[in-house]
């Protein structure tokens, strides 16, 4: 690739588009443009002609700056993008959005104001019979969605106008009327391109350019042509145009080796390349492209209300069920309790008084321990069964089966009073121990039930022992946990795991939501036709971060307030530092966003790219850990 240069013709030159020695090709493949030259003056209408897949829409795309040539050179004489008006044969509108608000935001982006948008835009709508301006896009016949895109190209008065096949299914009414509106154009001094398949309807152009093998056969007024080939009709001259050149072609064949007539056929000329340059292509962000990328931008949300419902409300409900129904601790867990001791119908803790080192004492421990367990919230189930308590267990009907053995008050207060002295066998010493059985299968009810089960025993113990006038210290573990540096002793669960959810839910749906926004507009061509209009990848980005970070936001605070106010979530630390960081995360969402936007080619992919990396990102961004603690 050779030096860059500016090219803009001054405008008091005749010629509009000058496109010299022009070779294009896609990657290896032979040269779409084999050095075309074309010539468009201005005030003219020129019918660019061709079969399918000659390469018309490939010149039009490298003349408005959308892509490079290989080599050659291109002049236009336009200094500013919005000098041009370009209609893509994709469709390349917002089907979500109105007539009005496509002409809206197209109108934006060249600068004008919405006065100018409405007078301009009520003249246009007349003309080319679009249906009212509060239409849909997805409304309206294929046919009347290409007028859309006509008038859209044509709604800032550009003064040079590429539309490349405008009158796919339109009727040769409307046809003709587009015609003449065009040739009233170009007598307003516009210059005009125009691809199409009908050649004789390219008749009324001022200058027709037949292309064939990345070269135009000819180039000039129809009228001419006909009389030169003494015809009335361009498809003949057409053919005789590529007998013609098929002629020469042999004649050349027999003078040159087939060789090297391929290799100066299909390398590249050495023409240097000379690229389109304009001068917006030099600034980084423009305001005005910014404010018409917003107003676009929330409009696809809001038609999109349904995607808006579920950004906005899925981190709240994730949090919000995860609170109901995982972090909260379960109530009413069914608890096997075999009291050899005791029959549980005979268990009074009420009436306990004195102290339980004594021996004529008239009350069970277990009855008191099970009352601390009862008020943890556990359904205490009498059992007499061994057997079948476990069974239970295993089964899942029951979380825990207790045993307590025939001797347990007794044995459990000899054991604390007189542990040490006394040289107990083991069989005596079990006596004064509860078996536990518990249920693994499920970790997280099986912590709670273990957790519950200990704190039960203690709170016993301490108060058996208060009642027993000594410090109740001696029976702990020689172990104080000190106020933590952060939180407090008793968090919960739920209070880590909100956190975490809600900044992994606000990192993927920025991402996700992101990247379908992003997909969508690529696929349907519209990021490219907002390229013409001198839109840059960094204004796209940087009007879906300002965006999303006002969902992000709104988000946020929504899952905030209903995890503070509606469940035991408290906020811990600085709110401030809490909000860049939910900031932060919104931000990488996005970026993670474009980027899967950018590599991904469809929908598809996308998803598929999505679900695969955020399970990766889940667990190896630390949120197993945080749900852990
Ligand atoms: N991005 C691309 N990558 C690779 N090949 C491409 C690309 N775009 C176009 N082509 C190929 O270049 C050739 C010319 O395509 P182009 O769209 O310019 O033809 P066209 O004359 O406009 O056709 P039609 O009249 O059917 O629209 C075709 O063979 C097409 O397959």
Same mark, same amino acid.
């Given at each position: ?18 496109? #010299?020695?022009?070779?294009? #090709?896609?990657?290896?493949?032979? =040269? ?103 239409? =849909? ?150 305001? #005005?492209?910014?404010?018409?990328l ?224 992003f997909?969508?507009e ?5 990021v490219?036709?907002t390229?013409?209009?001198?839109v840059t990848m960094f204004e796209i980005i940087l009007a879906l ?85």
């Amino acid at each position: 690739m050779e030096e860059v240069e500016i090219n803009v013709i001054g405008g008091k030159k005749p010629s509009s588009i000058i496109v #010299r020695d022009a070779y294009k #090709r896609y990657g290896r493949s032979n =040269f779409i443009l084999n050095g075309l030259n074309l010539t468009v003056q201005e005030g003219t209408i020129y019918g660019f002609l061709g079969p399918s897949g000659c390469g018309k829409t490939t010149l039009l795309n490298c003349i408005v700056g959308r892509s490079d040539l290989n080599s050659g050179s291109i002049k236009i004489s336009a200094k500013r993008r919005s000098e041009i008006g370009f209609m893509p044969q994709e469709i390349s509108l917002y089907a979500d959005l109105s007539v009005f608000e496509n002409f809206l935001f197209f109108g934006y982006l060249v600068g004008m104001t919405r006065e100018e948008v409405e007078a301009r835009m009520n003249d246009l709508i007349s003309f080319l019979e679009i249906p009212s301006k509060d239409r =849909f896009v997805n409304s309206m016949s294929g046919g009347q969605q290409r007028r859309l895109s006509i008038a859209v190209t044509l709604l800032h008065n550009p003064k040079i106008i590429i539309l490349d096949e405008p009158t796919v299914g339109i009727d040769p009414i409307l046809c003709n009327q587009i015609w003449q509106m065009l040739l009233e154009l170009s007598e307003r001094g516009k210059s005009i391109i125009i691809t199409t398949h009908y050649i004789q309807e390219a008749q009324q152009a001022h200058t027709i350019g037949l292309m064939r093998d990345g070269k135009l056969l000819a180039e000039e007024n129809p009228l001419a042509l006909l009389s030169q080939y003494q015809s009335d009709d361009l498809e003949n001259v057409f053919l005789k145009l590529i007998f013609e050149e098929q002629q020469i072609k042999c004649n050349k064949l027999k003078s040159f080796y087939d060789n090297q007539n391929r290799s100066s056929c299909n390398s590249k000329s050495s023409t240097r390349l000379v690229k389109i340059r304009f001068e917006e292509d030099n600034r980084i962000c423009s305001k #005005r492209i910014l404010k018409a990328l917003t107003y676009k931008n929330f409009l696809v949300m809001k038609r999109g209300y349904v995607h808006l419902m579920f950004t906005m409300l899925l981190p709240l409900i994730q949090t919000s069920l995860f609170n109901i129904a995982i972090g909260a601790k379960p109530q009413d867990v069914p608890i096997a309790v075999l009291n050899n001791e005791i029959s549980l119908r005979h268990c009074y803790p009420h009436v306990y008084s004195g102290c339980f080192f004594q021996q004529n004492i008239s009350f069970s421990s277990s009855c008191l321990f099970l009352k601390y367990l009862k008020e943890e919230k556990y359904k205490i189930l009498s059992y007499h069964d061994e057997n079948k308590a476990l069974k239970d267990l295993r089964n899942s009907e029951v979380r825990a089966v207790l045993r307590f053995p025939r001797n347990y008050t007794k044995r459990m207060s000899e054991k604390i009073s007189e542990g040490m002295l006394q040289n107990y066998d083991d069989a005596v010493l079990l006596e004064g121990f509860v078996d536990v059985w518990l249920d693994n299968s499920n970790r997280l009810s099986e912590d709670f039930v273990r957790y519950d089960i200990m704190r039960s025993m203690m709170s016993f113990l301490r108060r058996a022992i208060i009642q027993c006038g000594k410090n109740p210290d001696i029976i702990g573990i020689p172990i104080v946990i000190e106020k933590p540096i952060r939180g407090d002793v008793n968090v919960s669960l739920n209070s880590y795991v909100s956190c975490a959810l809600m900044i992994v839910g606000t990192f993927f749906l920025a991402a996700a939501s992101t990247t379908l926004f992003f997909i969508a507009e690529k696929v349907g061509g519209q990021v490219e036709r907002t390229y013409i209009y001198g839109v840059t990848m960094f204004e796209i980005i940087l009007a879906l971060i300002l965006f999303q970070s006002a969902i992000g936001f709104t988000q946020a605070v929504l899952t905030m307030l209903i995890n503070f106010i509606s469940f035991d979530n408290p906020l811990e630390g600085n709110v401030f530092t809490f909000f860049c960081l939910l900031g932060l995360t919104t931000f990488s969402g996005i970026l993670f966003g474009v980027v899967q936007g950018i590599i991904s080619g469809d929908v598809t992919a996308a998803a598929y790219s999505g679900i695969g990396t955020s399970f990766i990102l889940s667990v190896t961004s630390g949120i197993v850990s945080i749900s852990y603690y």
